[in-house]
């Protein structure tokens, strides 16, 4: 049953799951285990570590976006005060050449090899020329006093002037095809009573995360450890010793805190790479921290891509043909293709289909991972293409998709392992009042205010990374878990010492979990929406290992009070191990059979690996709503309130679950309302590289926001039945504001985002 109950006390707007009836410690809203060490400063993030004898470097980027460095004059430089060290491509230590490489059990898009400051050309704008080593910061600033000559070339930097000279990759990020192709589409649509073919642009966009990228590197011997803001540890280590040509043991990362990433901290970048090579100069520490300019250039961002959608149906709205065409940038040097049409794989039922990515190789560095590949951009112009389909046929938009509704994954063939798409359309509609929105654009006023309702469909693939957990318990019954995993902010600390307290029937505050170091056992890291499950169900899997030798140990020792005990009998509930009638603390149990302790370890396959991905299509859905006021007089754009139902498996802690559904309808606001990164197409810079000028939602611009989840537990997930949803928020957010303006004032704007010089031209006018 999708029942949903009211939420948290003091919180209006919040709607939970209902406990299952088995509910312990899992599933609670509980707070954060770091928010207190957080807000009193105990918290130390990279740029914060401090090692006796650090040194601060500076980089200094190229000027042009392509060329090479003809002359380059370091000697003012070299004579600054407290300066320890120029490095250029004339005296930086040897790196391992750009290009792939192979680690066992890493990808080799995370192992290739990044070097900086290995050569004379320049391969994109504020690429790093060259970096100041100095006592101080302000010293290192003397990078300044550097001067560069190029013998500058021609560049391009213009996606949609460029789409002829689009080639097909081999295969699209996380491995998927490139195409796929399903019946006859082109005959279908031809042959389509209604139809729609809307072409979308959705710009360049940049994570930018609260904390920099930055870097603490010190060598002790032939050992390199780097304090760093990283998300995936076994990535930044595989790529740094690839690139120092150094042996993967000899790379420790730390990285216990991390001030957000969006994806943009899955590699190491130059601040990383710098700062290592010039530790292993100077024979000591150095800290290398990005500015915010250089993130926009050298942390990579979210493509510009042109989006065209077509849509074939019948007279009663069943679509009889779906096609998705993608054209997207990438970089010249390396290759990156955004999933952005797999989702509509399995989003609808439909006989004939068609997607298709292509990429345009332009003079600028990688795009990477940001926040939702795939479905944040792919949904922005698929759900908006729906709505348009919803009004050409005379349907409500929820209508439209509940008859397109599919039985089973419409490509795979493979049954869903849960799918309450439908339940999460009709529990908003019902939630969100939609049965009062006008249908018509434009017909609902609040004086010189438009007001219009939107919704969009939310798909996002469920993931399983490889992971491994330790779990010691010590004679106190005291229980520490050590993982490699980190926390980007998203509460991985807190849900994973939830499950180590509800597996082994203990307090919360018995269990300490230790996160962020690579000598800890590994796992997939964050990213992906798949951090919680992974690490988690490895977690849980080491508890059952550490419960199962506890009994064995209990069953066999002769001074045990459960010796002989039927261990298919037993339990583990509030600090006590119960078998029968007979019961002992479980401190007490551990002192008496191991004083030393006891420690086990389990792990969790790669999802892809496992056979209920095999034989199931596994996803997290969601339905989005918003409300909008267009104001008549000067087109601009007020978000009023937002909705998002969503089913995502079991939730393992419902605060830490609301807050990254909010955190990812905001980002749907700053898609569809304000996000864009501009290329200048002269001189293949980004214009607009601060947030000053780079607009992101802030308080003033994020409206009440109610968030429920729909009871659900996928047991063909993993050993939890949770599903991934930190990117789930984001998936079709931004579709729901678009349709929404849209309502509103009766404007449909393709060019992302929906900016007011784009709305009020296209306003009507409107008597007083």
């Known amino acids: 049953m999708n029942e949903t109950i009211p939420g948290l006390p003091g919180s209006a707007t919040h709607s939970r799951v209902k406990p299952r009836p088995d509910a312990g410690i899992i599933g609670r809203p509980i707070d954060r285990i770091d928010g207190p060490l957080k807000v009193t400063g105990g918290a130390t993030y990279a740029y914060e570590n401090e090692l006796d004898g650090t040194a601060y470097g500076y980089i200094l980027g190229a000027s042009v976006a392509k060329g090479r460095i003809a002359e380059i004059d370091t000697a003012d430089a070299e004579r600054a005060p407290a300066v320890l060290l120029v490095m250029t491509h004339r005296n930086a230590p040897a790196q391992l050449d750009f290009g792939p490489t192979v680690t066992p059990t890493v990808p080799e898009v995370f192992t290739r090899p990044r070097p900086a400051l290995n050569s004379d050309r320049v391969r994109y704008y504020d690429e790093p020329v060259a970096l100041v080593v100095a006592e101080t910061f302000e010293a290192a600033r003397a990078a300044g006093l550097i001067r560069v000559r190029y013998d500058e070339e021609p560049g391009l930097y213009d996606l949609p002037g460029h789409i002829a000279d689009a080639y097909a990759p081999k295969r699209t990020n996380a491995g998927f ?50 304090r760093t803001s990283a998300q995936t540890l076994a990535n930044f280590r595989a790529g740094v010793a690839s690139t120092l040509r150094i042996p993967l043991e000899r790379v420790r990362i730390v990285s216990p805190f991390i001030g957000g990433g969006f994806g943009s901290k899955l590699i190491a970048h130059a601040d990383t790479i ?5 530790a292993q100069v100077l024979q000591r520490p150095v800290k290398i921290a990005l500015t915010r300019q250089q993130m926009f250039a050298n942390a990579g961002h979210r493509a510009e891509m042109v989006q065209q959608v077509r849509l074939g149906a019948d007279t009663d709205g069943r679509l009889t043909g779906i096609a998705h065409d993608v054209w997207s940038a990438t970089s010249s040097f390396e290759e990156y293709c955004e999933q952005t049409a797999v989702f509509a794989r399995s989003l609808y039922a439909a006989p004939n289909r068609l997607t298709r990515h292509r990429l345009v190789p332009l003079d600028i560095n990688r795009g990477e991972w940001m926040r939702s590949p795939g479905e944040a951009p792919g949904m922005l112009a698929f759900e908006c293409a729906m709505d348009e389909l919803a009004e050409r046929a005379g349907l409500d938009p929820i209508e439209l998709r509940i008859r397109n509704e599919p039985a089973q994954d419409p490509e795979r063939g493979v049954p869903f392992s849960t799918r309450n798409l439908v339940a999460c359309m009709e529990e908003g509609a019902r939630r969100f009042g939609w049965e009062r929105r006008n249908p018509t654009p434009g017909r609902t006023r609040e004086g010189r205010k438009l007001i219009g309702h939107g919704m969009a469909a939310a798909i996002r693939p469920n993931y399983i990374g490889a992971a491994t957990a330790r779990v010691a318990i010590d004679r106190d019954g ?34 300490k979990v230790e996160l962020g170091d690579s000598r800890f056992p590994r796992t997939a890291g964050s990213g992906g929406s798949w951090g919680a499950a ?32 039927n261990a298919t009998e037993a339990s583990f509930a509030d600090g ?25 370890e389990g792990s969790v396959a790669a999802g892809a690996t496992t056979q209920s991905y095999k034989t199931h299509s596994q996803h997290s859905y969601g339905a989005h709503f918003a409300e909008v006021a267009v104001d008549c007089d000067t087109g601009e754009i007020r978000m009023r309130r937002m909705l998002a139902v969503i089913g995502a498996g079991r939730i393992l802690n419902a605060k830490t679950a609301r807050s990254q559904i909010i955190g990812g309808m905001t980002w749907g606001i700053g898609a569809a309302l304000m996000e864009q990164t501009v290329l200048d197409p002269r001189y293949g810079h980004f214009v607009n590289h601060d947030l000053a000028e780079y607009h992101v939602p802030v308080n003033g611009d994020v409206p009440d926001m109610e968030v429920a989840f729909l009871e659900e537990d996928d047991d063909k997930a993993n050993p939890l039945g949770a599903k991934g949803l930190g990117e789930l928020g984001v998936c079709g957010a931004g579709a729901a504001v678009a349709n929404a303006v849209y309502n509103a004032a009766g404007v449909r704007v393709r060019e992302f985002p929906i900016t007011l010089d784009k709305v009020l031209p296209a306003l009507p006018v409107i008597a007083i």
């Open 177 to 226: 095809e490139t195409d796929s192709v399903v019946g006859d589409f082109e005959r279908a649509f031809a042959t389509a009573p209604i139809k729609i073919d809307s072409t979308y642009g959705t710009p360049f966009e940049h994570h930018n995360p609260m904390e920099p990228h930055a870097t603490l590197a010190a060598w002790s011997g032939n050992e390199l450890t780097i």
């Open 274 to 278: 710098l700062a290592a090579l010039a």
């Open 478 to 511: 005291r229980v520490t878990a050590r993982l490699d995993m980190t926390d980007i902010g998203t509460g991985t600390y807190t849900i994973l010492t939830q499950i180590a307290a509800e597996s082994l029937g203990l307090p919360i505050s018995s269990v």
């Open 534 to 565: 992974s690490a988690g169900s490895a977690l849980y899997n080491a508890c059952n290992v550490l419960k199962k030798q506890i009994l064995e140990a209990a069953q066999s020792n002769e001074a045990s009070p459960l010796r002989g005990a």
């Open 576 to 600: 006590e191990v119960r078998v029968g009638q007979r019961s002992a603390s479980l401190a007490d149990l551990i002192r008496g059979i191991s004083p030393d302790g006891l420690e086990a």
